[in-house]
Nanobody, 123 residues
Framework: QVQLVESGGGLVQAGGSLRLSCAAFGRIRNIDVQGWYRQAPGKQRELVAT???????NYAHSVKGRFTISRDNAENTVYLQMSSLKPEDTAVYYC?????????????????WGQGTQVTVSS
C-alpha cells in the first residue's frame, strides 16, 4: 500500500508565499514523475507543475516564474514553493506521483494522489 501525505497549505495574503510538501510512504520501488495539480471551486483539476527523475520541470503558464517544484529522491518527497501568490491561486492542491510497485517479477507503474491541501490567498 502506498500513500501520499501532503502538508503546508493555509491562508496567506496576496503577494505572500507558501511551501507545500508531499511525502510518499509504503512499498515503493521507485518514483517516476511527480507533480502538483489544483482544483478551484467549480473548475476542473488542472496541472500546476511536474518534475521528472532527472529534475527536469514543467509549469503551467499561469504559475511560471512564481512557483518552483523540486524533489528529494532520498526522502520520496516533492515540494512546491509558491511565491507572489494571487487570489486566483486559491484552490485545493493535490500531489501526484507515478510509482513503481509490486514484486520483482511483476513490477507495475501506478498513479497515486494525495488527499489535497487547501490554499487560500486573500486580496
Amino acid at each position: 500500500q502506498v500513500q501520499l501525505v501532503e502538508s503546508g497549505g493555509g491562508l496567506v495574503q496576496a503577494g505572500g508565499s507558501l511551501r507545500l510538501s508531499c511525502a510518499a510512504f509504503g512499498r515503493i520501488r521507485n518514483i517516476d514523475v511527480q507533480g502538483w495539480y489544483r482544483q478551484a471551486p467549480g473548475k476542473q483539476r488542472e496541472l500546476v507543475a511536474t518534475v521528472s527523475t532527472d529534475a527536469s520541470t514543467n509549469y503551467a503558464h499561469s504559475v511560471k516564474g512564481r512557483f518552483t517544484i523540486s524533489r528529494d529522491n532520498a526522502e520520496n518527497t516533492v515540494y512546491l514553493q509558491m511565491s507572489s501568490l494571487k487570489p486566483e491561486d486559491t484552490a485545493v492542491y493535490y500531489c501526484n506521483a507515478e510509482i513503481l510497485v509490486g514484486p520483482i517479477e511483476q513490477v507495475l507503474r501506478r498513479a497515486y494522489w494525495g488527499q489535497g491541501t487547501q490554499v487560500t490567498v486573500s486580496s
